[in-house]
């Protein structure tokens, strides 16, 4: 697959309200057959009336789509670049008939989602499927695949790591754990991610054992680390992956651990979670409990990450996910 093969890249998002109107609407569209209890929608739609009731998803998007189109006018690549949403607008579909109007026939699309799951790939793909099906002369689109191994997102994950370990108190720098954190999903949607099985958890492993390593190297220190969860949904009787970021700084603190810096790994940019989850409700823990915690940046719009998307999409579509990749398993 070459660069020429494609007429266009596509961002494709999980959107977010823009106002306090949209709040309401915007959770319904994504809880819609998903179960959610009512309590925790009134509860998450506080999380957005409390920054006004905008999320911060869709300028960082937009921040994207431009770190996109400077690196690709930069390496002499001529490729619109859309953008749709599964949850607000633009809306996905809007796009593809946007898309189809412009005559686009074949069009390379970036989820902003770099692990495997249900949630995180294959609704994306069903997101599509579902678009293109509802659009007469909708362009083929083929996704990039979950690309958290990817060294351009590594490389940022690790060098603003390395920046939150020295905003610690230098006397606490040294002995600082790294509390890796990502999206908590049913322990069942785990089971089910990847093409074996396990794959959520599995990736997310892997690159905060990579990324707890880097900074060992650039730091000349090795510290603790490990994964903890944010944003627990759902009812209370279905098991969701754990520990929950918040237990787990209570159980360090009274284990006599002094700083953490939390590493939202699992999001791509400041997301409601990262800036609700993490920088209020995680940070307003830490502090009771009497630890020194910083948080570390997302990849967002770091130009190796910018340059490893475009990377990706040019070349790497043709590497689909298998069929299975993701779905419900039938259970033994
Ligand atoms: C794995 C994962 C990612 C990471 C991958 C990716 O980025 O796609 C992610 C991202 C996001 N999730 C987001 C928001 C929400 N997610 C919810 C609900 C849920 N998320 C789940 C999983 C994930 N979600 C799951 C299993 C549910 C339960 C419902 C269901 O089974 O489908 C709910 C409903 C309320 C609640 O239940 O919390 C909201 C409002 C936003 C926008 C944030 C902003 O505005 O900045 C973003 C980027
Ligand atoms: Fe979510």
């Known amino acids: 697959m070459t660069a020429q093969s494609y007429d266009a890249l596509l961002l494709l998002s999980f959107g977010g309200p823009e106002g306090p109107e949209d709040v309401v609407p915007f959770l319904e569209n994504v809880t819609r057959g998903r179960g959610i209890p009512r309590e925790r929608l009134a509860e998450v739609g506080q999380h957005y009336f409390l920054f006004g009731g905008k999320s911060p998803i869709n300028d960082q998007n937009q921040a994207l789509i431009a770190a996109l189109e400077t690196d690709l006018a ?72 979950w690309f958290a191994f990817h060294p351009g997102f590594v490389a940022a994950v690790v060098d603003r790591t390395v920046e939150a370990i020295e905003e610690l108190p230098a006397e606490l720098r040294d002995d600082a754990r790294l509390l890796f954190v990502t999206h908590s999903i049913p322990t069942a949607m785990n089971d089910e991610s990847g093409p074996d099985g396990g794959a959520y958890l599995a990736q997310h492993l892997e690159v905060a054992a990579v990324v707890a390593e880097w900074v060992a190297l650039a730091t000349g220190r090795d510290r603790a680390h490990e994964l903890v969860f944010c944003s627990r949904s759902g009812s209370p009787h279905t098991p969701w992956l754990e520990p929950d970021v918040n237990d787990r700084l209570e159980e360090l603190a009274a284990d006599g651990v002094g700083a953490v810096v939390l590493i939202p790994v699992g999001f791509v940019s400041d997301h409601m979670e990262v800036v609700y989850d993490l920088d209020t409700e995680a940070m307003a823990t830490a502090a009771k409990v009497g630890i020194e915690a910083r948080r570390a940046g997302t990849a967002g719009v770091d130009p190796r990450f910018v340059a490893a998307l475009r990377e990706l999409a040019l070349t790497r579509p043709i590497e689909a996910c298998p069929a299975h990749c993701c779905l419900p398993r039938t259970k033994a």
């Open 74 to 145: 930069a390496a002499g690549i001529d490729l619109p670049v859309y953008w749709g949403n599964r949850n607000w607008a633009p809306y996905l579909v809007d796009t593809v008939r946007q898309m189809a109007a412009d005559g686009r026939r074949r069009v390379a699309c970036i989820a902003t989602s770099a692990y495997s799951s249900w949630s995180s790939c294959r609704q994306y793909l069903d997101n599509i499927e579902a678009a293109v099906a509802e659009v007469p002369g909708a362009p083929q689109i083929d996704k990039v695949r």
